[in-house]
């Protein structure tokens, strides 16, 4: 009986997932990274937050757009916008995303701004149909200076699912 009951509970929360990641659906995600979980020659620790918007224009497969920025005391001020896409994989959760920032660094003397490219693996955790957790681990690659600005970090969203 109990692993009836298991199996038919596996199926409905299975079923609850895949019906977020399907065509038209639409959802936003904000995020706080940093915290002293990413790192960048330039920039150390630092606290910074995404926040995306998109749709699903198939099955499983997101377009977004972002805004975003990192603050810290030791660190450029960044701000930026960006498009996107992830591909959730069917009845599972878990993400891959890539994606393009524009970024303006407003604290240093050129006030330099650069092209990134990112790159990040994550997990949508449903806390009900429409709510996630969703922790991912990202890669953002500079075009202007790969030492300093390039980075590597985790970060954890809240997704809402429409």
């Known amino acids: 009986m109990k692993k009836l009951l298991v199996s038919m509970l596996l199926l409905v929360c299975t079923l609850a997932v895949h019906a977020q990641f399907e065509k038209n659906k639409w959802f936003v995600n904000t995020s706080v990274t940093g ?3 990413s790192y960048s020659g330039q920039e150390k620790t630092h606290f910074g937050f995404d926040a995306n918007g998109g749709a699903f ?3 499983n497969i997101a377009l977004l757009v972002s805004l975003g920025g990192d603050y810290g005391k030791h ?3 960044t701000t930026h916008v960006g498009v996107g896409g ?3 994989f069917d009845k599972v959760g878990i993400f891959l995303g890539l994606g393009l920032k524009y970024k303006h660094f407003g604290d240093i003397p050129t006030k330099d ?3 990134a ?3 990040e693996v994550g997990y949508a955790f449903f ?3 429409t709510v996630t957790i969703e922790p991912a681990v990202y890669y953002d690659q500079s075009f202007l200076h790969h030492k300093d600005y390039s980075k590597v970090g985790f970060k954890v969203g809240f997704g809402f699912y429409f």
Do not use: V
Request: charged share 20%; hydrophobic share 40%; net charge neutral.
């Open 35 to 37: 915290l002293g979980l």
């Open 57 to 59: 224009m198939t099955d």
């Open 75 to 77: 660190i450029n001020n």
């Open 86 to 88: 992830r591909y959730y």
């Open 113 to 115: 701004n650069d092209l």
């Open 117 to 119: 490219a990112g790159f």
């Open 127 to 129: 806390l009900s149909r």
